[in-house]
């Protein structure tokens, strides 16, 4: 059995020839380590390994999850938590107390409802990802991007929306998140990762007041491809931790 730790530098090893194969800095990549369904005593195991971003699905449970981390780390730790699973409203206010990174904004109601509650709780700012659906899969969640290159209304809605979030106090817009399909010729993948690059520097020029630099994409399966592909985020579980409660 490998532990946290091998894990970890096996996978920091992958970054860095990904890295160096797209002329990148492995320095420039941030590896969101994914803890959803697992316990506490993991994070702080991987925390004692290295890791520093952390990464939970659901707002509930990271609501619970933070502070009995930061009860045994303290909350000056170092740790940064990046909710990267979608937020129904009712749930807006967790995760607008609780999460450092937003991963999935894909609706402005939740976009306002973060917003107001973050001028309530004076956290600051939020810095928040738009999801955004370049597959066109009717599974994965995100803004309709899957034909952005030749439909004008998928930009004009994403520009909307990419306007509207930008001018919501507490709200840090960073990039955009996607998902690529699952269990499909790497070609497929990499065309995934490629076209919402090329949407992120397409909404840069179109709403310059904010900036859209960044990309959240790549899991275990895929980040390597993300990686070569322009991806500064990735969000890896699997990889680090075996496979899940929720996968066995």
Excluded at 76 to 88: A, R
Excluded at 95 to 114: E, G, M, N, S
Aim: proline content about 5%.
């Amino acid at each position: 059995m490998t532990t946290i730790a091998e894990r970890y530098a096996a996978l920091q090893e992958q970054i860095a020839q990904a890295a160096a194969r797209a002329g990148r800095r492995p320095e420039a990549i941030t590896l969101v380590a994914v803890t959803k369904t697992w316990p506490a005593a993991v994070v702080v195991a991987a925390y004692q390994a290295g890791m520093r971003h952390f990464g939970e699905n659901r707002p509930e449970e990271l609501a619970a999850k933070r502070p009995e981390v930061e009860a045994r780390l303290g909350r000056d730790s170092g740790i940064t938590w990046h909710l990267i699973g979608p937020v129904q409203s009712r749930k807006s206010d967790l995760a607008a107390d609780y999460a450092d990174v937003f991963h999935a904004l894909d609706r402005l109601k939740i976009a306002r409802r973060l917003s107001e509650r973050l001028q309530e709780n004076g956290r600051g700012n939020l810095p928040v990802f738009l999801e955004v659906n370049v597959s066109g899969e009717a599974a994965k969640a995100g803004l309709e991007c899957s034909r952005w290159e030749e439909e004008p209304a998928q930009r004009r809605a994403l520009q909307e929306v990419a306007t509207a979030v930008a001018g919501l106090p507490g709200l840090q817009p960073l990039g955009l998140m996607t998902m690529a399909p699952w269990q499909v010729e790497e070609a497929t993948i990499r065309s995934v990762f490629r076209r919402t690059k090329a949407l992120a520097e397409w909404l840069q020029a179109a709403v310059p007041q904010a900036g859209w630099s960044a990309l959240s994409m790549g899991m275990t399966d895929d980040f390597v491809s993300a990686i070569e592909e322009g991806a500064t985020h990735i969000r890896v579980g699997r990889a680090l931790f075996g496979p899940r409660s929720d996968e066995e």
